[in-house]
């Protein structure tokens, strides 16, 4: 039995092309994933990314799944297996470390791995937190200009998610924000020595006093998988 103190989890985010779906998704059926959001968005890439995500503004399907570092391992070499990540046009995944979750979902987790009784597998993944994930929410309309900010400074594409707004008064009041219904998502990942300089682009030309009214965080990546990721986030 796994110590429900000492089971380490992650989220594992999967961005492919979106005629993938039916692949993925079964892959994420078999395994009994505890936790999984699932969405649709577009992707930008050019140049040497279109090998990862594929044509620009191609509609991309992304996954969203929380479980123990054991079971994340066993799901890629899943994906790897059944959609080959190997491959050009496919996608790309990657792992966030969780440094705390609620008692209940840890439960979930952890008797989710001993249900499926895998082992420890190894993946062909890279360092650890070589990689951030940037995330910058601007209002509907600004996904351009985020994508044209972030090029300047060394991005080499993102994908987009549409999303819904819900903001308070505090924000207004403190931030100046105004807070619209229809909001942009955009996640970007990049190597570490470039995330400050991407996000310093973002915010000069869609931050919280432009009509972007955007906001940027960057989260740190422990791994990733998918064809010469590092050739393809590189210059």
Known sequence: ????????????????????????????????????LLTHGRGTAKSVVYEILGQEALKKILCVSIQTKI?????????NDHVNFGKSGTGIAFTINLTSISNALSKICVQAEENLMIGSEDMALTSKEAYHLIIT?????????????????????????????????????YLGITIQPEKDLILILTPKEKKLAIMESIMHEVGLNTAGNGICFSLPVDSAMGINVGDVLEE
Do not use: C
């Not at 999967?14 to 505890?34: C, F, Q």
């Not at 929410?137 to 994908?159: L, P, W, Y």
């Open 71 to 79: 079971m994340t391992n066993h799901i890629l070499k899943q994906i």
């Open 1 to 36: 039995m796994i110590n429900h103190s000492e089971a380490k989890l992650e989220a594992l985010i999967t961005i492919a092309d979106h005629r993938l779906e039916d692949a993925i998704v079964n892959v994420y059926k078999s395994v009994n994933a505890p936790i999984l």
């Open 137 to 173: 929410i601007v209002n509907s309309g600004f996904f351009d200009q985020v994508m044209e900010a972030a090029k300047k400074a060394g991005a080499r594409g993102g994908t987009v998610v549409h999303a819904r707004g819900l903001g308070s008064k505090e924000a207004k009041k």
